[in-house]
């Protein structure tokens, strides 16, 4: 542990100066969005029927390891071949581009062998001893069982083999040298193969090991310290990431999933939407690639796990904003907003998410809120729900004061208590979303 200490005091020095590069490196650099074009290829390959023969329970169990781990959501850039990667990775030190994960002998993974694949998923070891970065979640696979890692890869081998090289990584100084991946092991990398715990139920132990393995929950909805790693004290608290806000997952009534049922939670992991939230941004990424596809009793198993967690403690959520900023947020929703999720911000639940005591609109961080409303989303469409429902963007609209008051409004209203929000934090946002800014003129002939 000393040592462990002396490290992380060296490291912070280094890893510092590279953060206060890190916003100009993510923020200069071209980063394609993707458009699920392939979606229907990419679901027929984590739905397709595996005929009976010698391997098929080994193949079987191998796509769905390839459901769990959300593999599809992160190795399909745009317009790319389901696993052949390419998917532009926004962290805090640069873009990092997934891999290609087919069984191609040339760019991807044909000439591995189920050891050295083992040895990516449990020690973060390309094929040549290379270190990969933890952008690939191998701190929580390694908690898989050696028979799931072996399934995934016999399962991998059989999907279409496609010949692509991703973009090279884009890291600020010194990260874009993998030697400095084994600092960051030897600090933070202390996951284990997951134990079964005898005192809890089957369903229960089912969903810890989904959520803390394959997975990877935590990867978004745990807090970061500087150097990227989970806030092991605050596990499931929250995150941000790519600009988005991961909420809360603990039993919070307030801004976690204490208000919600393990039906809630299973209902939203399969249709992408239930009575209190519609899964957008990345989120409908996983429901569509991944928790949708998981069976009725997997998805149960993680809402037992998930409602088990303790609540996080939060303080309130501030002082009540002023007079001014509510009756200006009120105008704006009026007249934006009440379309969808009407006058009293009951919304039409499975469809437009009702907005009070709603605990995404509560995060302690407002980001998620922000980015929802400068560049809209598009919520998940699933073959139980498949509506094609959308969130327009209002940054053409709406200044980032503007924004700000409604936001602030939202966050305040029906029940919702939460902090203010900032026009220079939109304004900082819409920024780094590279979203023009409004182009007209008020009655005094500024413009906006």
Same mark, same amino acid.
């Given at each position: 542990?000393?040592?462990?200490?002396?490290?992380?005091?060296?490291?912070?020095?280094?890893?510092?100066?590279?953060?206060?590069?890190?916003?100009?490196?993510?923020?200069?650099?071209?980063?394609?969005?993707?458009?699920?074009?392939?979606?229907?290829?990419?679901?027929?390959?984590?739905?397709?029927?595996?005929?009976?023969?010698?391997?098929?329970?080994?193949?079987?169990?191998?796509?769905?390891?390839?459901?769990?781990?959300?593999?599809?959501?992160?190795?399909?850039?745009?317009?790319?071949?389901?696993?052949?990667?390419?998917?532009?990775?926004?962290?805090?030190?640069?873009?990092?581009?997934?891999?290609?994960? $087919?069984?191609? @002998?040339?760019? /991807?993974? +044909?000439? #591995? %062998?189920?050891?050295?694949?083992?040895?990516?998923?449990?020690? &973060? !070891?390309?094929?040549?001893?290379?270190?990969?970065?933890?952008?690939?979640?191998?701190?929580?696979?390694?908690?898989?069982?050696?028979?799931?890692?072996?399934?995934?890869?016999?399962?991998?081998?059989?999907?279409?083999?496609?010949?692509?090289?991703?973009?090279?990584?884009?890291?600020?100084?010194?990260?874009?040298?993998?030697?400095?991946?084994?600092?960051?092991?030897?600090?933070?990398?202390?996951?284990?193969?997951?134990?079964?715990?005898?005192?809890?139920?089957?369903?229960?132990?089912?969903?810890?090991?989904?959520?803390?393995?394959?997975?990877?929950?935590?990867?978004?909805?745990?807090?970061?310290?500087?150097?990227?790693?989970?806030?092991?004290?605050?596990?499931?608290?929250?995150?941000?990431?790519?600009?988005?806000?991961?909420?809360?997952? $603990?039993?919070? @009534?307030?801004? /976690?999933? +204490?208000? #919600? %049922?393990?039906?809630?939670?299973?209902?939203?992991?399969?249709? &992408? !939407?239930?009575?209190?939230?519609?899964?957008?941004?990345?989120?409908?990424?996983?429901?569509?690639?991944?928790?949708?596809?998981?069976?009725?009793?997997?998805?149960?198993?993680?809402?037992?796990?998930?409602?088990?967690?303790?609540?996080?403690?939060?303080?309130?959520?501030?002082?009540?904003?002023?007079?001014?900023?509510?009756?200006?947020?009120?105008?704006?929703?009026?007249?934006?907003?009440?379309?969808?999720?009407?006058?009293?911000?009951?919304?039409?639940?499975?469809?437009?998410?009702?907005?009070?005591?709603?605990?995404?609109?509560?995060?302690?961080?407002?980001?998620?809120?922000?980015?929802?409303?400068?560049?809209?989303?598009?919520?998940?469409?699933?073959?139980?729900?498949?509506?094609?429902?959308?969130?327009?963007?209002?940054?053409?609209?709406?200044?980032?004061?503007?924004?700000?008051?409604?936001?602030?409004?939202?966050?305040?209203?029906?029940?919702?208590?939460?902090?203010?929000?900032?026009?220079?934090?939109?304004?900082?946002?819409?920024?780094?979303?590279?979203?023009?800014?409004?182009?007209?003129?008020?009655?005094?002939?500024?413009?906006?």
């Amino acid at each position: 542990m000393k040592r462990r200490s002396v490290l992380a005091a060296g490291l912070l020095g280094v890893f510092g100066l590279a953060l206060l590069a890190s916003t100009w490196a993510v923020g200069q650099t071209p980063v394609p969005s993707r458009h699920p074009s392939t979606a229907v290829t990419a679901i027929s390959l984590l739905t397709a029927s595996i005929p009976d023969g010698p391997n098929a329970a080994v193949l079987r169990r191998g796509q769905e390891m390839v459901r769990a781990g959300d593999c599809v959501s992160c190795h399909m850039r745009e317009g790319g071949e389901p696993l052949s990667g390419g998917l532009a990775l926004n962290t805090p030190f640069g873009v990092i581009y997934s891999s290609n994960i $087919t069984p191609d @002998a040339e760019t /991807g993974i +044909g000439r #591995w %062998t189920s050891d050295q694949f083992y040895r990516a998923m449990h020690d &973060g !070891r390309g094929a040549h001893g290379e270190h990969l970065y933890p952008a690939f979640p191998y701190p929580w696979f390694r908690r898989m069982s050696r028979a799931d890692d072996d399934a995934l890869f016999a399962y991998l081998k059989t999907t279409p083999p496609t010949r692509y090289v991703a973009p090279e990584n884009r890291l600020i100084f010194p990260l874009n040298f993998r030697f400095f991946v084994s600092f960051w092991n030897l600090l933070f990398l202390d996951s284990e193969t997951y134990v079964r715990d005898p005192d809890k139920s089957e369903a229960w132990n089912r969903g810890a090991y989904l959520v803390s393995g394959p997975g990877h929950c935590s990867g978004c909805h745990t807090p970061k310290n500087i150097l990227g790693a989970d806030k092991g004290s605050e596990d499931f608290q929250g995150g941000v990431l790519d600009e988005w806000t991961a909420p809360d997952l $603990t039993a919070n @009534a307030r801004i /976690g999933l +204490g208000g #919600w %049922t393990e039906a809630d939670i299973a209902e939203y992991l399969k249709t &992408g !939407r239930n009575r209190h939230s519609g899964a957008g941004g990345a989120m409908a990424d996983v429901v569509v690639y991944s928790t949708s596809h998981l069976s009725d009793a997997d998805r149960a198993a993680i809402a037992t796990y998930l409602k088990s967690l303790p609540a996080s403690f939060q303080p309130e959520g501030g002082a009540r904003p002023d007079a001014g900023t509510m009756s200006r947020g009120a105008a704006i929703y009026s007249d934006a907003c009440t379309s969808c999720h009407l006058e009293n911000g009951a919304g039409q639940p499975r469809f437009f998410p009702p907005l009070g005591n709603n605990a995404m609109l509560q995060q302690a961080d407002a980001t998620g809120l922000e980015h929802l409303i400068l560049a809209g989303t598009r919520v998940a469409a699933t073959s139980t729900r498949p509506s094609p429902l959308s969130m327009p963007s209002f940054a053409w609209k709406l200044t980032d004061q503007e924004i700000a008051d409604v936001a602030t409004y939202i966050r305040n209203s029906w029940g919702n208590q939460a902090s203010t929000v900032r026009a220079s934090e939109v304004a900082d946002l819409r920024k780094r979303l590279k979203l023009e800014r409004p182009h007209y003129t008020d009655n005094s002939g500024d413009q906006q």
